[in-house]
């Protein structure tokens, strides 16, 4: 195999051609135009919540979905460190201070008793993150965020097409954001949204991505807004690539189960589904025994022209965010020892395979 194997790349073979020719044949290239209502509502229709406000990526999504919820100065909120840095950072936007918990060991999910441990009466608000495509415990964070009446934020960047107990991530929470960067399950290029089934959330974020337009007069603004819009171009590549959802992570799912297939036996633990739920494995990922074997399994594999990534590194050990510093030991081990594969819908059983073998070569000591 002489072709590198790339960590992610985007599936465009439906209508994407044809309906950003469609903006650009008629001029509504901006954020403006009949794709960006079409995709917000077929978003909203397949994720099952009420409303979908688009917005150019998923970092401000989260900042959006804050300032909706009037979280700022003075305010925690809590969130896992294993995560992308995007979770903390949107939180840290606003003034308010990120409080890091540590992750659960089978699912690498927030720990909802660590979420107990880290409330304080400056808490306002819980974000989940559904890593990598497995949703979190939404049973035990609904029921802490209504006890403590809290208000819970779903950063489902990662988890597009993921189920809890049958029921899409994104619909538990007060309000949630998606992203719809290229390496995400659907892509628009750069883009996101925020959802939610709360009309107040839906007018404030909505009005708070438009540069804080007043309703009812033209050019007068009521607040100190953003603009957060997507373009028309955008929300045509996202209404083609919604039309393959379904497809793009049955897809996603059979490849995790040539990686279950192609590495069993091995001392890896692979990032499976718990019971209940639906993972969407946006991302295919490992675990391997020991955590210094982490970088020459990489170089190998690179040498073998397959691109990986590692797992995040948690954010508490991150020059901004340690001055607190606590240990976070369960996020600590999985951050240093995982690896996420290539995972995209694209690859073939044959490259599948080819990743496999490099994989038990390495580990069997002969890589
Ligand atoms: C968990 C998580 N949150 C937020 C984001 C931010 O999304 P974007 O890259 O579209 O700003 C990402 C993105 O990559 C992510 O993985």
Redesign the pocket.
Known sequence: MTDKIPIYQPTLDGNEKTYVNECLESNWISSKGRFIPEFEKKFAEYTGVKHAVSVC??????HLALVALGIGPGDEVIVPTL??I??AN?IAYTGATPVFVDSLENTWQMDPEDVLRKLTDRTRAIMA?H?YGHPCDMDALTSIAQEKALFLIE?C??GFGALYKGKHVGGFGDIS?Y???G??TITTG???VVVTNDETLYDRSVHFKGQGLAMHRQYWHDVIGYNYRMTNICAALGLAQLEQADSLIERKRKIADLYKDGLANLPVTFHDETQDVKHSFWMCSILLDDPVKRDPFRKALEKAGIETRPLFYPIHTMPMYSSKFQRHPVAESLGWRGINLPSWPGLSEEQIQYICEKIIRFVKGSG
């Open positions: 990526n998923g970092t401000v999504a989260l995560t992308y995007s979770s949107a993150v890593l950063d960047a990662e954001t992203s719809f960067y390496n995400k750069e883009g996101g």
